[in-house]
């Protein structure tokens, strides 16, 4: 007996992108000091007031099954919050409470994409969005970003990769770069998709860390709300990663469509985790810019470790939780690299090459470590690199 082809084909083009993760995970486990700066992963917990909430929410009884696309109540907030951030109207009846970001993600291509339909996406990108096409029966093309222009993308080129497709993903503020996409990109991107008639999905997790520049979502620009699904999660601005709470913003009927496939796949998110993401909602405004700051100061941070070191040059980043390394003075691949790091200073990152082609050469650093480990770990890079650099 075999596995279906389609779960086959989730890993098709190569590995998951994953492997100095889960190289790091296995030296700590055997006892090696090891920085880990592979993913964004909050350092610090959850803030207390949340966890709270949550285990009042479960003493209190609320641990039946709950509303499979979110409670009233959670649905009102995550409305708001999207009618604050991006400046258009937002009603609960376009909201789908999802388990996580990665499950909205899933339910906007099974919603927007016919098995076969061409999707297009942004490289560099993060990891499990060709995995994600893929299980959901599409074909993915890519359009590559320009890593002497900040990362924003090679629009011409984008333009060509959507003529036939029948979905365009964007993300920022970006990971694995940091990139905001600067206002006249967003609207030049809302042009193809109006002109190509595309399905615009949006993943706009990071919204709300923009360090330079403005995050301008497609779903405000003229005749874009029909045409756009926006992605959001509470994972990285409350640090409730483990929490597996996110959403997608969609026209009121393809959201409804989106709870007909959260009805047959996940059931829903327990009541107790949906009343811990309305306290973050509602409640917990001073933890967000809490963490907000953290990330901001961290970036500088990374820029004063870095200074004066030619053979790694720092992409400074507008927004999210990373940092992006170029490597490329060294004339070493952004994995052997990496791996080399791992071995020699105990220092995880993640090669650029797991993000895709324009990130070759490169390291994505998360911030999310405290802030002298931080700056001790990108000095060892910079040192590791200075030592391996290619001669003129």
């Known amino acids: 007996m075999q596995a279906s082809a389609r779960i086959r084909a989730i890993h098709a083009g190569g590995g998951h992108g994953w ?229 997608a913003v969609a026209p009121a009927p393809l959201a409804r469509l989106m709870g007909d496939l959260a009805l047959n796949l996940a059931y829903g998110l327990p009541g107790f985790v949906q009343d811990a993401g309305l306290f973050a909602l509602t409640r917990a405004g001073a933890a967000e810019g809490a963490l907000r700051e953290t990330f901001r100061r961290r970036r500088d941070v990374a820029a004063a470790a870095l200074a004066g070191h030619d053979a790694v040059r720092l992409s400074a980043p507008d927004g999210a939780m990373y940092v992006m390394l170029d490597i490329r003075a060294t004339g070493i691949d952004g994995r052997t690299f990496a791996a080399a790091l791992l071995d020699a200073e105990g220092v995880a990152v993640m090669p650029g090459e797991s993000f895709g082609a324009s990130a070759a050469g490169h390291l994505r650093v998360a911030l999310t470590a405290p802030d002298e480990a931080l700056a001790d770990a990108l000095r060892r890079i910079a040192r590791f690199a200075e030592t391996r650099r290619a001669p003129p």
């Open 19 to 247: 492997e100095i993760l889960e190289r790091a995970r296995a030296m700590r486990r055997a006892g090696r000091a090891v920085i880990d700066l592979t993913i964004g992963e909050h350092e610090a917990p959850t803030p207390a007031p949340i966890v709270e909430a949550m285990a009042a929410s479960a003493r209190a009884g609320n641990t039946r099954y709950a509303a499979v696309t979110g409670t009233p109540e959670l649905r009102a907030a995550v409305a708001a919050r999207v009618a604050s951030r991006t400046g258009a109207p937002c009603t609960p009846e376009e909201i789908a409470v999802t388990v996580g970001g990665q499950m909205a993600l899933s339910y906007a291509f099974h919603a927007c994409l016919d098995p076969g339909d061409a999707a297009v996406i942004l490289d560099p990108f993060y990891p499990p969005y060709p995995g994600t096409l893929h299980a959901a029966g599409a074909r993915v093309r890519v359009a590559p970003s320009l890593p002497d222009d900040g990362f924003q993308p090679d629009l011409e080129a984008l333009d060509r990769a959507c003529e036939g497709a029948r979905a365009l993903l964007i993300n920022t503020p970006h990971n694995p770069t940091g990139a905001v996409y600067r206002p006249e990109t967003i609207e030049a991107l809302a042009e193809i998709a109006r002109r190509r008639n595309l399905w615009l999905i949006s993943d706009e997790v990071y919204d709300g860390m923009v360090w330079s520049g403005t995050h301008r979502s497609p779903r405000a620009l003229p005749g874009m709300a029909e045409r756009t699904v926006v992605i959001g999660s509470l994972s990285k601005s409350h640090a409730m990663t483990g929490f597996r709470l996110g959403w």
